[in-house]
């Protein structure tokens, strides 16, 4: 394979569409565990992981060692829904690794390999059982962008004008409009009131905490009664576990220490173990009331991922050590972001588990900090309405000291912004007289999606990747 070093393949061949690498530039080469290599051989510690995609890092040894055996042996590959060997190793130890242990009565649908298809085929099944079309989904909600589940997801950079979406009703988080509303009460009041204007809901639709959404996290009381409220409305209760499960919040399912049981819940990105592409539904068995192949897609299950997730899960799940490590991790991502936010007036800590993070108040502060973060060798994404939020988003299998060392490099990118800050606002009070003092580096502002929710001001001639493809790509350009 040729070497490549600069970006103009992606600049020039890759679409408008891309987002991360705009933010994040180097050509990736290699990765293992929590750190990533580029093609110069800077290394990084990786705190994005691929967004909840990768919770037991990269390239699990023994998960290679798996899926290589699988593939030296013409083990199967594509299979559409087929019985494979893979499938049913994978179907046993979720059986009796995850649900069993839990009481869990579920049965398991693989939909296409993205979690946006999860979404769809929970919504769309809770549509057919209840015989109902409205589905209540909450502000700050992220369940992805095929049309169905971008009609629950809140954002408005993702939802874009022109769509048509519909049937979803939306209705505040907890804490929403501030600690002393009690949103719960106002959505069993909506529906309770004929005259409340909200149809009957097939499903509530709910992240435990909503990772895109800013780390916003939902506290056991509030899920119960949104559990007694599905309940008494006759809504199903679906759980979009699908960045907070798998581990992210220290126990397998986001919701298991909440006192809620879900009626569907969603799984996608980590649930391969090994960032493999693979979505499923778990269905509580008297709503699987699928006709044969009445939801179906060619890639419903993919047997790498039954490979390496079958490793996984006996791996890491078999007892409660891997859950333990995870919560003195937590507690030690804790501990040092308190200390990192006091840096930061008027920051505050959000999240719970391995997903937490600081909101610093503005889109354009955390872009800084997670850009100087990088610049230092560590990758980190941020979340929220205005991208306010940096999110902390480490392997679950980081040891502790790659973690202080992560913690360590946003803790100085942070000291380095904050004196820029002092010294930009020092030489504004001063007058021109101090030209000479430095003054904080604006951070080339792209139309990421990211930025673009920062910034509603037009691209200058700094906007790097926006500039460039206005000047390569004319306006009558149509493509290949
Ligand atoms: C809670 C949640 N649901 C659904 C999705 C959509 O998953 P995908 O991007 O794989 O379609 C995401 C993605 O971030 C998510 O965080």
Known sequence: MRKVTDNTVFTQYESAARGYCRRFNPVFTSASGGLIQDAE??????????CGALNYGHNDPDMSAALIEHISRNGMSACLDLHSDVKAGFLDSLQHIILEPRGLKYRIQFTGPTGTNAVEAAMKLARKVTGRTNIISFTNGFHGVSLGSLAATGNKYHRMGGVMLSGVTRVPYENYLGTGIDTAEYLDKILTDPSGGVEAPAAILLETVQGEGGLNTASAPWLQRIAAIAKKHGALLIVDDIQAGCGRTGTFFSFEQMGIKPDIVTLSKSISGYGLPMALVLIKPKYDLWEPAEHNGTFRGNSHAFVTARVMLEKFWKDDTFSQSIALKSSQVTKRLTRIRYLIAGSYLKGRGMMQGISVGTGELADRI????FKRGMICETAGSYDEVIKIFAPLTASVDLLNRGLDILEKATKVVMAENRCASRAKEDGPAHKDKPVATQSP????KKN????QSPPTEYDS???KISKEYPDNFYGY
């Not at 673009?452 to 910034?455: E, L, P, W």
């Open 452 to 455: 673009a929710r920062q910034s």
């Open 370 to 373: 997670c850009r100087e973060s």
């Open 445 to 448: 502002a792209d139309t990421s």
């Open 465 to 467: 990747d926006a500039f």
């Open 41 to 50: 051989g800077k290394e990084y510690i990786d705190f994005l992981a691929a």
